[in-house]
């Protein structure tokens, strides 16, 4: 699913998170439900999550390109989705509005 490329990615309110070096563990304390993320969605996470005033995609494809070689394009496609599946589940707020979502996971 492709988002709208200048759409501003925020941390849910709701949503706290704790790191480690297997990745990120992600608590929706509203809906009561923990995520696991790997190394690679704990750097996007923790990319959104530093970007208090939002971060567009090219902003995170940015920084996820000095840490992976992986072409521009696949990043692109790769963040883009997982973006998508983060914002169904309402861990993440495309331009600050919360969608709403009964999907049970976003697996990273």
Do not use: F
């Not at 690679?40 to 959104?48: G, I, M, P």
């Not at 939002?54 to 692109?76: C, F, K, Q, W």
């Not at 790769?78 to 169904?88: A, F």
């Amino acid at each position: 699913m492709k988002t709208d490329p200048n759409a501003m990615w925020l941390v849910s309110p709701d949503v706290r998170s704790t790191y480690s070096e297997d990745g990120a563990v992600l608590l929706d304390i509203r809906k009561g439900l923990c995520y696991s993320l790997n190394p690679v969605a704990a750097r996007v996470w923790s990319t959104v999550e530093a970007s208090p005033s939002g971060v567009d995609l090219r902003g995170l494809v940015d920084v996820m390109e000095t840490h992976y070689t992986i072409p521009r394009e696949r990043l692109e496609r790769d963040v883009d989705e997982y973006l998508s599946k983060l914002e169904n589940v309402g861990l993440v707020q495309r331009n600050g509005l919360l969608h709403e979502s009964k999907a049970a996971g976003a697996r990273g």
